[in-house]
Structures are given as C-alpha cells and as structure tokens.
C-alpha cells in the first residue's frame, strides 16, 4: 500500500531502469552562458532521461582547481535539474604543461581528469597525471588524437571529405593516441577511460587491454554508432571531434556496444549557440548537442535487434557507474534516481524545442520510437512527459 497523499505514477508497459549517467558533457558554465547554462543543460538532460551528467573542465575559466569545481558544485545545487559531477583539468589550463590541482579538486567534488578538448598532451605528463590518479583513485579520460596527425583536419579522411574539398584525418589520429594511453596505462596502473572512441582500431586495443586485465574503459557517443562520414555535408551540425567515421568503424563500434567492449553509451553534449556555428564548415568549432537524442538513438539499435534491451540499459547505468567506480542498481537505501522510459512512444525530436540553450544537432526532425517518460533524481520527479 502507498502511503496517502503521495504521487502515483502509472509505469504499466514502460520500462524502469536505475538513473541514466552520461559521463561526458559540457555544460559551458562557467564562461559560455550564451551558448548553455548548468540550469539549461540539466534541464535537457533531465529531458533525455539522465539523472546524473559529468560536466567535462574545458569551461573559462577551466575546470584546473578546487575554487571553479566548488563554483560548479554550487551552482548545481542551486540551479541543476539532475546531478552534476564535474572533471578536473589534469594539467593547468588543459595547456599541457603543469599539472592541476587534481587532489584539491577531487576534495571539492570531482569525479574523474581529463583534459578533454584535446589529449593530454604528452607521455611523460600523462604518466605523472596517472601516478597521481592511481593514488587518488581517480579514472583518466582521455580525448585519444595525435596532433601531427590531426593537423588542422574538419573531418574523417577517406572519399567523402575529398569529394567535399575539406581537410581530413585518418582514425590512425585516435588509435595511436590510444596505443599510447594504454601502455602508459599499463606503467602506472592507473584507471584509463578512453572518451568518445570511434575507430576499430582503437576499439581493438582497448579490446586487448581488457584481455590482458588492465583497468581501460571506453565510451562511444550516440552520433558515432548512429552516422558515417558518408552523412558529413556542408553543414556545422555534422562537424565534430573525433569526426564521424567510416561504415566499418561504425559497425565495429555497434559489435562493441554488444559485446561488452564498449562500456559506457555517453552523449559528448557539446552545445554551441547559432552565432558560432552558423560560419564556414572550416571556421566552426566542433561539437554537437546530444542529451535529449540519445535514448531515442539507443532504442534504434535495440529495435534493429543489434543490442538487447537489457545491453543497452547497462551502457547507460552500470556502464559509466562502473567507470566511475559506483555501483548503480534499484535497491533500498540506494539513492531513487530512475530513468521510466518507453520503448514504444513515438515523437519527433525539433532542436528548436530543445531545452538546451542551442540547436546544434544532425537530428534535427528525426522521428523516434521509444523516449524517456520520467526521470526522477532522489526521489523528486524532475522530467515527465
Ligand atoms: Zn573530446
């Protein structure tokens, strides 16, 4: 029996699942309020169904010591809709050269460090960065690219981008990058999550790393198992780093959605307002929203029979939970945070209804089957449909 004067929320044929987790997002507060805010980017997570996002340091100022985390703790808990656990910088700046305040950092609420943006910048310094995170107990998410390689590029390498006329990269950009990680990984024993993994090749050595017992994670993006290079047009939305791939890559990274390789579904919500995107494919900066499409883009490869149900709850649950070092499950006295979600409700997405402060996303008028129904963040219903 429910106790009286309580809220009876029906859940009959909908699906109740422990609170998504996105482990990858920028919020852009502090310093780019035009383009989103904590209050605005929790509401359209909220609205995708996640209970918790991870907010990634790359804001201005950036995420580099304990008084901007604070900042951001603070303003979370006055102005967030879900709960928001912010990244530290791992070297001052993300410049690449001393490192942050990182035990500082995580007394004041951080989760994970990265320099995320870019890679961090060389061996030895990611070595010094994973000596302090194994002994903090911190996961290292890395943006896995070889700079020499990347070298100016707006796109995949391969037919599409010479047909567009636009400066591409090869995926040997992020898998080199990952070579590297996992073997300074290995020296240091540190937690290594690979963010945003788009090639096979990288999704072979992460494949290997587990085989051989090392403590490597990895994530790929909704926009990653869901488009190809062969989508990139002359339009901003299609631009975004790491660049969408070729089909093989595409499909390796579906096969490692289900085969457990990959651990974690996460949006890389990277919202930039009209005004900056609205400028040449070369000049804009990278970057797609993704809160409010990624359970609908889930659902497609359920229904397409390429992952369970269950599979690709995991990813957005367990999955990053694990990453983290959490545990994520429905159980008495664990915190209510649930994601009600349909697998059948039929709706069409519009940016322009969007609750993110900006639009830039290749999903525009893309009909789903399939959306988040209620979130609910420590017992408080904060999203319904
Ligand atoms: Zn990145």
């Given at each position: ?22 482990i990858h997002a920028h919020l852009r507060e502090p310093g780019q309020?035009?383009s989103e ?17 991870c907010c990634m340091p790359n804001t201005k100022p950036v995420n580099d010591?304990?008084?901007v ?17 912010p990244i530290g910088a791992a070297s001052v700046g993300s410049m690449g050269?001393?490192?942050a ?11 994970a460090v990265s320099d995320d943006g870019r890679p961090i910048a060389?061996?030895?310094l990611?070595?010094?960065v ?10 290292v998410i890395d943006h896995c690219e070889?700079s020499?390689?990347f070298?100016g ?20 950009t992020e898998?080199?990058a ?16 690979i963010a945003h ?24 993006t ?17 631009k975004m780093n790491p660049p ?22 996460a949006t890389d919500h990277a919202p930039h307002?009209?005004?900056l ?7 804009a900066p990278f970057g797609v ?97």
């Amino acid at each position: 029996m429910a106790p009286q004067n309580v809220e009876i929320f029906d859940a009959t044929r909908l699906i109740v699942a422990p609170g998504f987790i996105d482990i990858h997002a920028h919020l852009r507060e502090p310093g780019q309020e035009s383009s989103e805010t904590i209050e605005t980017g929790t509401q359209a997570a909220a609205r995708g169904g996640f209970t918790a996002v991870c907010c990634m340091p790359n804001t201005k100022p950036v995420n580099d010591n304990a008084s901007v985390t604070r900042f951001i703790v603070d303003r979370a808990k006055a102005h967030g809709n879900v709960r928001v656990w912010p990244i530290g910088a791992a070297s001052v700046g993300s410049m690449g050269e001393a490192l942050a305040e990182i035990a500082a950092m995580k007394q004041a609420g951080i989760v994970a460090v990265s320099d995320d943006g870019r890679p961090i910048a060389s061996a030895k310094l990611l070595r010094q960065v994973m000596e302090y995170c194994r002994a903090l107990d911190l996961p290292v998410i890395d943006h896995c690219e070889d700079s020499s390689l990347f070298a100016g590029a707006v796109m995949r390498e391969g037919k599409q981008s010479v047909r567009l006329g636009l400066r591409g990269m090869p995926a040997a950009t992020e898998s080199l990058a990952v070579a590297r990680d996992v073997q300074v990984g290995e020296l240091t024993g540190c937690k290594l999550h690979i963010a945003h993994l788009s090639a096979r090749a990288s999704l072979e050595l992460v494949r290997a790393a587990k085989a051989n017992g090392l403590p490597v994670t990895c994530e790929v993006t909704p926009h990653h198992f869901t488009l190809t290079d062969e989508d990139v047009q002359y339009d901003t939305r299609y631009k975004m780093n790491p660049p969408l791939a070729s089909r093989e890559d595409r499909d390796a990274l579906i096969a490692g959605l289900a085969d457990g390789t990959v651990d974690a579904i996460a949006t890389d919500h990277a919202p930039h307002e009209e005004a900056l995107k609205q400028v040449e494919f070369d000049r804009a900066p990278f970057g797609v929203t993704g809160f409010e499409t990624a359970l609908g883009l889930g659902l497609e490869l359920v229904h397409a029979g390429n992952i369970s149900l269950l599979r690709m709850v995991e990813l957005f649950t367990s999955g990053p939970a694990h990453v983290l070092g959490m545990q994520r499950r429905i159980a008495e006295n664990e915190p209510a945070d649930l994601t009600i979600f349909s697998t059948e409700h039929k709706w069409k997405f519009r940016a322009e209804d969007s609750a993110s402060k900006s639009r830039n996303s290749p999903f525009d008028g893309r009909e789903f089957r399939g959306a988040p129904m209620a979130t609910i963040v420590a017992g408080k219903i904060v999203y319904r449909r």
